[in-house]
């Protein structure tokens, strides 16, 4: 059995060959003790132009992550606070009457952002949750007929409570197909939260990272990994033969979209980019597998197996061949 489908946890030291990702992984390991891998995958998901739901209990550094990666990679930073009676136009913003020009003016809300953090999105009520669709896959909100582009690079990073949890509302799938990746922090090790207790709040020091990027800069990385990392014939096939597999699946009722397969092998192209190579590997395709699929796919009704089997299962009968 390939043991790296566990993606339980990854080689983050690896990740330090690339110059630049080493300096943000320096920069900011001293405010976010034991979270250099969920950060990895931030940052890929960023330069894949990708989303990012992240599901975990509250109070875990969720926020604090999201602050730090937009500072660190000099992107202006927006947060929602989602709560059942948030209104669309809270999210997108609205027109507003001046009086002393006679005239409706446009007050973007907080989506006019390079980085949104969209906190506890399954607590705002499915109407809300929409506005946010049009946002994420067109980069662009429409109010009262006009259509206004957002600024690029455009990153949504959600979280939302477990869905057992009280006053949730669970996202749709055309929402959840949205996000690139799904991803949970946990809880740190004993002696990253002794740092962390140790240590105290330090959100006052987020406003002080100097920024590595700009938004110039992350569109300028984003375009380097689209072009100029190279996926052989051999990664493709490997790709479209787990895509295809888990349609088929006797185990699996949906399988994942070419939107997941697309999101499965740019996160490839942008881990090969983070560890300062030109090509893709099957190693990197499998590295967020279980990230990139498992909120795509939905088991057929009494099968007892659990979606992580199932993909394990797929990978152990998809040979990979560089």
Not at 234 to 252: G, H, P
């Amino acid at each position: 059995m390939d043991e790296r489908i566990n993606m339980d946890k990854f080689d983050t030291a690896s990740f330090a060959a690339n110059p630049r990702v080493k300096e943000i992984l320096a920069r900011l390991a001293p405010l976010l003790h034991g979270k250099d891998e969920i950060l990895i995958k931030i940052l890929a998901c960023i330069f894949s132009n990708g989303h990012l739901l992240l599901e975990d209990l509250p109070g875990l550094g969720k926020t604090t992550l999201a602050i730090a990666a937009a500072r660190v990679l000099g992107l202006d930073f927006g947060r929602v606070q989602c709560t059942n009676d948030l209104l669309p136009t809270d999210v997108t913003g609205l027109n507003v009457f001046k009086a002393e020009k006679g005239e409706f003016e446009f007050r973007p809300g907080p989506i006019f952002n390079h980085l949104v953090l969209v906190d506890e999105i399954n607590r705002a009520t499915p109407k809300t949750q929409s506005a946010l669709l049009e946002a994420m896959g067109e980069e662009q909100v429409t109010i009262d007929g006009i259509t206004y582009r957002l600024p690029k690079p455009f990153i949504v990073i959600a979280t939302q409570n477990p869905v057992e949890h009280s006053g949730t509302f669970p996202l749709p799938e055309s929402q959840m197909d949205r996000f690139m990746m799904k991803a949970s922090i946990g809880y740190p090790s004993r002696e990253a939260e002794r740092e962390i207790l140790r240590a105290g709040s330090r959100k006052d020091e987020l406003e002080n990272i100097e920024p590595i990027f700009s938004p110039d800069g992350i569109i300028q990385v984003q375009a380097e990994i689209k072009n100029g990392v190279k996926v052989s014939d051999k990664i493709l096939d490997y790709v479209l033969n787990l895509a295809e597999r888990t349609r088929v699946s006797e185990f699996i009722a949906s399988g994942i979209s070419t939107r997941g397969a697309m999101s499965l092998l740019q996160l490839a192209k942008s881990l090969a980019w983070m560890q300062n190579r030109g090509y893709v590997i099957p190693e990197d395709v499998k590295t967020l597998a279980c990230d990139v699929l498992l909120h795509r796919i939905q088991l057929k009704q009494g099968s007892e197996s659990t979606k992580r089997e199932a993909l394990r299962a797929i990978f152990t009968e998809i040979p990979a061949i560089a």
